[in-house]
């Protein structure tokens, strides 16, 4: 044994001899098998408790460890077996790819992270808080954008790189970039403005212009609408922005006016009881707030009334059965008092000249 060890100790290869190398191989082997032994009792131990707890903690954690790389266990189990060995040059190369190993795992550990914790929060709070969940997908893009900026500048600079320089480099090349890019940009920081400020959310139904429907999306450039017809509307976020938006799903409570008449030939007293048979139809129907009935004005063919309340629910299909309930009630009221709806009409007076030739104050006849 003892012969063997100095014939390998005697044998060089590389500036190291056959013993060392040996034992690096060693080093590297048990490094390694350790790191995998390691990785599998943790995700074996973590899927357990996953199983018994409801914290989202634990469940981040197994996703990380997931996202572990094979080649990253190689890399680190070479770089320990390699200390004890005499490479030279070759020793600082080595360590600028653990270096660039680590740091692209460090990143994909960090991306994981990230994207695991969105699809948490979206499925526990898209119903509860839809916004916070657009939010954190339009907020997403910019972690990751900084994880990976991080990583990149961390491996530039040990490579021996002026990071400052290359920063200041960089930000010269992004105003002209973003000269040229002017609108896509726009359209990103209104993107981040929409997520931010809040002006609607997932699920809002919104009204732009003459176009309506509701937010299925906001993206980093556009804004999906599903509309009442099915199809989807897609709007520029910079647009947007500059459109007045009528949002319907922040509505407390709908005010509903409308008008009708009755014929001329209604007398003042049955003028006079409408208002009253109003307000009780109104008030009879659940879920509304009687405002006021008025007698308003003389139209061209019936006396006009005007009649305002409110629909205590921003429900378009539950105020139209109130508005359809309503509607009824003034049929059935009007036709038990004797009182018509006024339709549009018109009376002539035809003149009959008289025999003298000219026609008196009575001598016309009425059609």
């Known amino acids: 044994m003892e012969q063997l060890t100095d014939t390998l100790n005697a044998l060089q290869l590389g500036g190291n001899s056959l013993l060392a190398w040996a034992v690096a191989a060693a080093v590297a082997v048990g490094a390694y098998a350790a790191l995998s032994l390691g990785k599998r009792l943790l995700l074996r131990n973590l899927g357990r408790l996953t199983a018994k707890t409801e914290t989202v903690i634990d469940d981040l954690l197994v996703a990380v460890l997931r996202s572990t790389r094979q080649f990253t266990l190689v890399l680190v189990a070479l770089w320990l077996g390699s200390r004890p060995l005499?490479?030279?040059?070759?020793?600082?190369?080595?360590?600028?790819?653990?270096?660039?190993?680590?740091?692209?795992?460090?990143?994909?550990?960090a991306n994981r992270l990230v994207s695991e914790y969105i699809v948490y929060f979206s499925n526990t709070h898209r119903d509860e808080d839809p916004g916070m969940v657009s939010a954190l997908q339009g907020l997403s893009f910019v972690?990751?954008?900084?994880?990976?900026?991080?990583?990149?500048?961390?491996?530039?600079?040990?490579?021996?790189?002026?990071?400052?320089?290359?920063v200041a480099g960089l930000g010269i090349g992004g105003v002209a970039i973003a000269l040229a890019?002017?609108?896509?940009?726009?359209?990103l920081f209104a993107s981040l403005s929409i997520i931010l400020d809040k002006p609607f959310m997932v699920k809002d139904f919104i009204i732009v212009g003459d176009l309506l429907g509701e937010v299925e999306k906001i993206g980093i450039k556009t804004t999906r609408l599903r509309s009442l017809s099915g199809e989807q509307l897609i709007f520029s976020n910079s647009d947007l922005l500059n459109s007045r938006i009528r949002n319907f799903k922040r509505m407390y409570e709908r005010r509903v006016p409308f008008t009708f008449g009755v014929v001329y030939q209604s007398s003042p007293d049955q003028l006079e009881s409408i208002p009253g048979t109003v307000r009780d139809i109104v008030e009879g129907v659940a879920n509304t707030r009687f405002d006021r009935a008025h007698f308003k004005a003389f139209g061209a063919s019936s006396y006009d009334?005007?009649?305002?309340?409110?629909v205590l629910s921003p429900d378009y299909n539950e105020y139209m059965d109130i508005q359809q309930a309503i509607n009824l009630g003034l049929c059935r009221a009007f036709q038990e008092q004797g009182i018509e709806f006024a339709y549009p009409t018109q009376t002539l007076y035809l003149a009959r000249q008289g025999r003298s030739g000219g026609t008196g104050p009575g001598g016309g006849d009425q059609v």
């Not at 491996?155 to 400052?164: A, C, H, K, Q, R």
């Open 181 to 187: 890019v002017q609108n896509i940009l726009g359209d």
């Open 143 to 166: 972690a990751r954008l900084i994880i990976w900026s991080l990583a990149v500048l961390l491996v530039v600079e040990n490579l021996g790189y002026d990071v400052t320089a290359l």
């Open 86 to 109: 005499e490479l030279g040059s070759a020793e600082s190369v080595l360590d600028l790819v653990i270096l660039f190993a680590v740091a692209l795992q460090v990143a994909l550990w």
């Open 305 to 310: 009334f005007e009649v305002v309340y409110y």
